[in-house]
Antibody
């Protein structure tokens, strides 16, 4: 079955750009079965959807983060990526990638294991 | 944005108890409502999709109901492995949103 794995720096300096990659295994990222989403969770807090991309390149973003976020896809590597610009301590969180099923009633499944990103100088 | 409000934010219950968690949407979302369970240090796990459809492999003690703006997740007989935080999530809008979570603790 499809599995996801996040990768990227665990420490980012304030005002810099957070960059993460999600590698999809067990299936093609271009299958058309999923949107590909990023979700984050600050320590002890709830889940916040960041945005998603379809393999056509179309994207949807959380309006509260839209001005700082770019999600892209690299079908040749079976990966999709997140860039979050101008980060502050408030962006410190566990970041998850997830497959967002493109069926009639979408849902998040599968999920990556998550990666902690700390914003600190 | 569609706001999702869960209640209660936390509850204490005993093994064998029937537990009900409520999720309310700020506008009608038809049946575009999913429920997830999250244990500490782990990614969320899908329990229920389309308001009432049980995800494959999820025990039948979990059930979901509702449509429009009001939804419920019920655990018919709480088991030790069910102590966790539960989240609802709407997929009606292209701006996806989660509820704030309900932490189920041991009484």
């Amino acid at each position: 079955q499809v599995q996801l794995q996040e990768s990227g720096p665990g420490l980012v300096k304030p005002s810099q750009t957070l960059s993460l990659t999600c590698t999809v295994s067990g299936g093609s990222i271009s299958s058309g079965s999923y949107y590909w989403s990023w979700i984050r969770q600050p320590a002890g807090k709830g889940l916040e959807w960041i945005g998603r991309i379809y393999t056509s390149g179309s994207t949807n973003y959380n309006p509260s983060l839209k001005s700082r976020v770019t999600i892209s896809v690299d079908t040749s590597k079976n990966q999709f990526s997140l860039k979050l610009r101008s980060v502050t301590a408030a962006d410190t969180a566990v970041y998850y990638c997830a497959g967002d099923s493109s069926g009639y009633y979408p849902f998040f499944d599968p999920w990556g294991q998550g990666t902690l990103v700390t914003v600190s100088s | 944005d569609i706001q999702m409000t869960q209640s209660p934010s936390s509850l204490s219950a005993s093994v064998g108890d029937r537990v009900t968690i409520t999720c309310r949407a700020s506008q009608s979302i038809s049946s575009y409502l999913n429920w997830y369970q999250q244990k500490p240090g782990k990614a969320p796990k899908l329990l229920i999709y389309a308001a009432s459809s049980l995800q494959s492999g999820v025990p039948s003690r979990f059930s979901g109901s509702g449509s429009g703006t009001d939804f419920t997740l019920t655990i018919s007989s709480l088991q030790p492995e069910d102590f966790a935080t539960f989240y609802c999530q709407q997929s009606y809008s292209s701006a996806l949103t989660f509820g704030g979570g309900t932490k189920v603790e041991i009484k």
